[in-house]
């Protein structure tokens, strides 16, 4: 088909409503950390539009893209969901970037996420990316990755991730990233600077640091964190990891939580439920998390497949390569991509010491990665730890599946139910 040259002038009217909601927290504060975050998501915009005109690159690439690396060479990233879901309000455009897509080439197998940037690109909402990267993860970006820089005709390169976490893999990663480094270097025509590298995973390490604080507040009863602020934490990890930006997010945020476990307060006024959300509601549905608060008093206290940091590696910013080869091992969203043994030894471990209620599954339709494992993962916590969790089948970008209504109908029914047991447990 033929692709629609790039207009701006969607992804300016999106800008401009995110500028609105900025201006609106700056004007009714809930927190400093609330403010920052969209002081924080607006700062990347301006940097992402703006790149052709300063000579920067875009690089398509998704959760498992060593962002330091960029960040050390100057290039943005450009990650497909975030950027695809900022112009798909109202959600009527979502199916127009789902046709697209399709013509393109991309059946409805492939998750959504890469299927409406594909889309979005194909209409012309959002510019093409100078580079794709991908990685052979589970994640669709490794099926995916070249079949759109072929349609978009734009060069790409795979980053070859072993399964296993062992010595062996992780020199091997090594050497994938050095080759991922001089084909950067080859097609930018730039080359990195290693001094900026360190700096890069010195600012990793800070936030790994902090994350760890932060996950271990998250044990308080109550607990000092909003079902929000994960969307947000996730959010700044696309867009700012390997920069000063993180770091400075990140420390406010531990502050507040800080002042409240200190003062005994909890992040909403009333904490009744406790759970695992097991991946986030679908982006069309974020307001569910919202309405846990308000209607069921219900927090999650831990997302194990994206924000906690079981085994958080030791970042050395004098051994860039090695430290990033084992952050994508043990770092951010990467532990769905470990052995399920792992992750179930983990699971069963944090439930018990984060006094747990429940877990929710928000099971995206055509998630190889994500849905693989509900099976095992839900097992172990009924057997060993008594820990009732539900599916729900709904897909990422898509409300065909499953609208917010409906997901919000068959919460309701788990969490009368958590409700009732924790009642007859006393």
Request: charged fraction near 25%.
């Amino acid at each position: 088909m033929q692709l629609v040259d790039y207009n701006p002038a969607k992804l300016n009217e999106a800008i401009f409503g995110l500028e609105a909601m900025y201006q609106h927290r700056k004007a009714n504060p809930k927190s400093k950390s609330d403010e920052l975050y969209y002081e924080l998501l607006l700062k990347f915009l301006v940097r992402f539009t703006t790149a052709t005109e300063k000579g920067n690159y875009r690089v398509g690439g998704g959760a498992f893209t060593p962002s330091e690396i960029l960040a050390a060479m100057d290039i943005v990233l450009y990650p497909a969901l975030p950027v695809a879901g900022i112009v798909a309000n109202p959600q009527s455009l979502r199916q127009d970037m789902f046709n697209t897509a399709l013509e393109m080439g991309l059946p409805v197998a492939v998750c959504s996420a890469q299927r409406m940037w594909a889309g979005a690109i194909g209409l012309g909402y959002i510019p093409r990316p100078d580079i794709i990267v991908d990685t052979t993860h589970t994640c669709d970006d490794s099926l995916s990755g070249r079949l759109i820089a072929d349609i978009l005709d734009v060069p790409s390169y795979r980053i070859d991730r072993p399964l296993i976490y062992t010595e062996d893999a992780v020199s091997y990663y090594m050497a994938e990233l050095q080759g991922f480094i001089h084909f950067l270097e080859d097609k930018t025509k730039r080359k990195l600077d290693w001094d900026r590298l360190e700096q890069a995973v010195e600012y990793s390490r800070q936030v790994d640091e902090i994350k760890k604080d932060i996950a271990e507040m998250r044990k308080a009863v109550p607990t000092p964190m909003r079902n929000r602020q994960m969307v947000s934490m996730e959010i700044v990890d696309f867009y700012w990891t390997g920069y000063p930006e993180a770091v400075e997010f990140y420390k406010v945020l531990r502050d507040e939580m800080r002042e409240r476990v200190d003062t005994g307060k909890g992040g909403i006024p009333e904490e009744r439920l406790r759970l695992l959300c097991f991946n986030l509601p679908p982006t069309h549905a974020l307001k569910l998390l919202d309405w846990w608060e308000k209607e069921w008093g219900a927090v999650s206290i831990g997302e194990p497949l994206f924000t906690n940091m079981y085994r958080a590696s030791e970042l050395d910013p004098q051994k860039p390569l090695e430290s990033l080869a084992r952050k994508d091992f043990l770092g951010f969203c990467n532990c769905m991509y470990a052995p399920g043994e792992m992750l179930i030894e983990d699971c069963v471990r944090f439930a018990k010491e984060y006094k747990v209620d429940g877990g929710v599954w928000y099971a995206p339709v055509a998630c190889r990665a994500n849905d693989a494992m509900i099976g095992m993962v839900t097992d172990a916590l009924q057997k060993r730890g008594g820990i009732p969790v539900v599916a729900f089948d709904c897909d990422y970008m898509d409300p065909a599946h499953a609208s917010e209504e409906q997901l919000r109908e068959r919460t309701s029914v788990f969490f009368e139910m958590l409700k009732d047991r924790k009642a007859i447990r006393g």
